[in-house]
């Protein structure tokens, strides 16, 4: 178990190695001069070439990228600017502040959104693939069937713009989304995410559905339930601890990269609903040029979604023991 794991951090470490390089090359292939962007609009020669020497872009680019690694580990001093504490990622062309302190300020907003609608979509998806897989064929699998199809078919931008017309602005039944620190308000914290939540888990429950449904039937035929069930087991004892645990798999599998993207990848949902997360701050990022934030958010949203997958690989080996054989 710990060789296995062991090899996959080793891989995630260098996945991550290797994202950090491309997206380093990236900030300096633009055509736009990142010392200019910090510059500004009007800004003479000399201060131009101060800017470049205070951020350390006057040197050979090897000499800029392990600065830029080490940097994340042990810090760093900008002339003009001050010391970057690690993990530094640098500081905003817009509001000289450091990246990572704007990082951490938007993260909650996104983990707290993620980590909510998961939680729903996730128990939703499976308890009802569960179900239709139990009661295949009858109605109440086809309605399953059906319901998944079209949450499927559905885009985040269009759902929760018309559920926040009807139930917001006309029926008053849930609040304005917004974001509160559960710590200030609890209650404000929950009612202000219930939405973006309930319409993360329509678009997500879908494919739960149909892959537990999917994998459950063929997993009810296998031979050890139908062992389990010919010595005597209760039905719900064969489908709990036999079917789902071999249903699991795949549902893990997707789940970990849904996870992952969504914590990433959240431009559509936060500008959807309006909420300051890191998706929003991506958005802002390229609106305003700000190249090292949007890198940085680049830099979290891979690390996100390798540090799932290391999860979701061990996971597989707490659920098969023979992925920890293999």
């Known amino acids: 178990m710990l060789r296995f794991l062991t090899r996959r951090v080793l891989a995630a470490v260098v996945i991550l190695t290797i994202i950090s390089a491309v997206t380093f ?6 055509p736009a001069d990142p010392a200019r962007l910090a510059c500004g609009k009007v800004c003479p020669p000399e201060t131009l070439a101060q800017a470049r020497h205070n951020l350390g872009i006057d040197k050979p680019l090897m000499v800029q990228f392990i600065s830029w690694v080490v940097a994340i580990f042990v810090g760093r001093d900008y ?7 690690a993990p530094c990622l640098g500081y905003s062309f817009v509001n000289r502040q450091p990246v990572f302190d704007t990082i951490i300020d938007r993260l909650p907003a996104t983990l707290a959104l993620t980590v909510g609608a998961a939680v729903i979509f996730l128990l939703f998806g499976v308890a009802t693939g569960v179900i239709a897989a139990l009661r295949q064929g009858k109605a109440l699998d086809k309605i399953a069937s059906v319901s998944s199809l079209i949450g499927a078919s559905v885009q985040i931008y269009f759902v929760g713009t018309l559920l926040m017309y009807f139930f917001v602005y006309q029926l008053h039944v849930f609040a304005q989304p917004k974001y509160i620190p559960i710590t200030e308000d609890p209650v404000g914290w929950f009612s202000g995410l219930l939405l973006p939540w309930i319409v ?3 678009i997500f429950t879908a494919n739960y559905t149909r892959m537990t449904r999917s994998t459950m039937v063929e997993t009810l035929s296998e031979d050890f339930v139908r062992t389990a069930r010919a010595k005597g087991m209760s039905g719900a004892s064969v489908v709990l601890r036999f079917a789902l645990r071999g249903t699991l798999t795949p549902i893990v599998t997707i789940f970990g990269v849904d996870l992952g993207t969504l914590i990433g990848g959240a431009i559509i949902t936060e500008t959807t609903f309006g ?6 701050l991506s958005l802002n990022a390229v609106n305003n040029s700000d190249l090292p934030l949007l890198m940085a958010v680049v830099l979290v949203a891979a690390a996100a979604i390798v ?3 290391v999860v979701v690989d061990a996971l597989y080996a707490v659920i098969d023991p023979r992925v920890r054989l293999s």
């Open 25 to 30: 090359l990236l900030f300096y292939a633009i």
């Open 200 to 202: 993360l888990a329509i």
């Open 307 to 309: 540090l799932m997958n």
């Open 79 to 85: 002339e003009g600017l001050g010391h970057c504490p």
């Open 275 to 280: 909420l300051q997360g890191l998706g929003r």
